[in-house]
């Protein structure tokens, strides 16, 4: 079995029993503080659904029903979880809070899994996916078709090490293992083209089969922190330089095989999170890159945690027990707790930070949460439909005036445009999928992926009316 296969296997098993776990406790939650609950019935009662046939404009809303805000943002979105802290916040971006029309409704021939690492990041021209089958591979943003797989572009055959994509300047850059050679390299790709722009070999260990689980570009490096199958080794971070080319440095994450999963990066804090390590040793570890060792680690029932950081905190879910939840706001400096807050069902992989509110997910309702202390601002109670979902694909992505949330369901899944401002629903459309991943902002359309499981895939693009 591939190490791909195992990842896939593991998180299809994880996300598979977190649903269970959703089915009972709905509607279950202890609340911290005054609930406030906005009333969205409205933006509720009307629904239209895509896939047999996109709606028309009558049938989506009012023709006299007018937005404030348009649907705009970069052209541009650098990393699967938007930037390096994995805040998922566009604060430059605008949704328009009328229900959008249907501008691409396009399968995608492809395995497509989760945002994990397999994106999509969006380039001038082009949305770059993961997959398992091709490695990488390009969309237009035209049309959604594909237009390059690193398959069939590269030289040399790759496969994909879990580490997730990303754009530094005009190259697309991830970890790959060469299939020709057995090596695993930093590589660089021409987002427009799919040619293989450099590709630096790690000298990982031989001896010890040490092999690359978790990596993240940020202020021009790319970094990679790896683990052993032998089991006797220490789990290293490794620093390219990517202008250069070359190796700039490798420390030890510390004591241990650490088995990494995932990394956020702000300045000169990394910090990296897993569920895999080892009994006696720490799950949570920041790293400082200037001094090239460890700030501090802690041991946390995280489960499929993504590390989410802001100026002061790193944000993770704990669960301590079956009915024992809460969102952690730990300190950058030292690892101590600086807020908890509690709720039933914590988001199963993380919050959403864009430095007014952090936005925690549960299957029926989404809090608004004070950064400075954890107090809630508002709350939006799902009255029907799907429910939400905390993981890695449904996340919500925070506009300056929208909070972008996926779902999943047997019955089709929706997006949900909530306000950030009062957590009033604005609009929602429902896909024929069981899974839709929370829609980001990419020029003048918010992109989603919607999938059932890993098959029939289909690309979205949404643009105002």
Same mark, same amino acid.
Request: include cysteine; charge should be positive.
């Given at each position: 079995m591939t190490d791909t296969d195992?990842?896939?296997?593991?998180?299809?098993?994880?996300?598979?029993?977190?649903?269970?776990?959703?089915?009972?406790?709905?509607?279950?939650?202890? &609340?911290?503080?005054?609930?406030?609950?906005?009333?969205?019935?409205?933006?509720?009662?009307?629904?239209?659904?895509?896939?047999?046939?996109?709606? $028309?404009?009558?049938?989506?809303?009012?023709?006299?029903?007018?937005?404030?805000?348009?649907?705009?943002?970069?052209?541009?979105?650098?990393?699967? &979880?938007?930037?390096?802290?994995?805040?998922?916040?566009?604060?430059?971006? $605008?949704?328009? $809070?009328?229900r959008p029309l249907t501008a691409i409704e396009r399968p995608l021939d492809l395995d497509y899994d989760s945002r994990v690492s397999n994106g999509p990041v969006v380039a001038a021209d082009t949305l770059v996916v993961q997959t398992v089958a091709d490695g990488v591979l390009g969309l237009s943003k035209a049309d959604g078709a594909v237009e390059w797989r690193l398959s069939e572009t590269g030289a040399d055959p790759y496969r994909d090490t879990g580490a997730p994509i990303a754009l530094d300047g005009d190259t697309l850059v991830t970890v790959l293992r060469n299939r020709r050679t057995d090596d695993t390299r930093v590589v660089g790709i021409d987002p427009t083209t799919g040619q293989v722009q450099f590709a630096v070999v790690l000298p990982l260990s031989e001896a010890t089969d040490e092999y690359v689980t978790a990596g993240k570009t940020a202020a021009g490096k790319a970094y990679a922190a790896t683990t052993h199958r032998a089991g006797d080794g220490e789990s290293t971070l490794y620093a390219v330089d990517l202008a250069g080319g070359d190796l700039e440095w490798r420390a030890r994450l510390g004591p241990g095989d650490l088995h990494p999963e995932d990394i956020a990066i702000d300045g000169d804090t990394l910090v990296v999170t897993t569920d895999e390590a080892p009994a006696g040793l720490a799950n949570v570890v920041a790293f400082d890159l200037a001094a090239r060792e460890r700030r501090w680690a802690r041991t946390l029932a995280i489960g499929e945690g993504v590390p989410v950081l802001d100026d002061d905190h790193v944000y993770l879910p704990n669960q301590r027990s079956e009915r024992d939840d809460r969102v952690l706001a730990l300190s950058r400096a030292d690892g101590s707790v600086a807020w908890a807050f509690e709720q039933l069902n914590a988001p199963r992989t993380g919050v959403t930070v864009d430095g007014d509110h952090v936005y925690s997910v549960t299957n029926d309702r989404v809090y608004a949460i004070s950064p400075a202390d954890g107090t809630p601002i508002w709350s939006y109670a799902r009255r029907d439909g799907p429910p939400f979902y905390g993981g890695s694909g449904q996340l919500p992505v925070a506009t300056q005036n929208c909070l972008l949330v996926g779902s999943w369901t047997d019955e089709g899944a929706q997006i949900r445009a909530i306000r950030t401002d009062n957590g009033e629903l604005a609009w929602r459309i429902e896909t024929t999928h069981e899974w839709l991943t929370s829609p980001f902002v990419a020029g003048q359309r918010l992109w989603a992926i919607g999938h059932d499981g890993r098959s029939d895939a289909t690309l979205y693009a949404f643009e105002d009316r």
């Open positions: 195992r990842r896939w296997r593991r998180r299809q098993l994880l996300s598979t029993l977190g649903l269970g776990s959703l089915a009972g406790v709905t509607g279950c939650l202890r &609340f911290v503080g005054t609930e406030q609950t906005s009333t969205a019935t409205t933006a509720e009662t009307a629904t239209p659904k895509t896939g047999a046939a996109t709606p $028309t404009e009558a049938e989506s809303a009012p023709p006299t029903e007018t937005s404030e805000y348009p649907t705009s943002g970069p052209e541009r979105v650098d990393h699967v &979880f938007v930037d390096s802290r994995n805040t998922l916040s566009q604060r430059g971006a $605008t949704v328009s $809070t009328v």
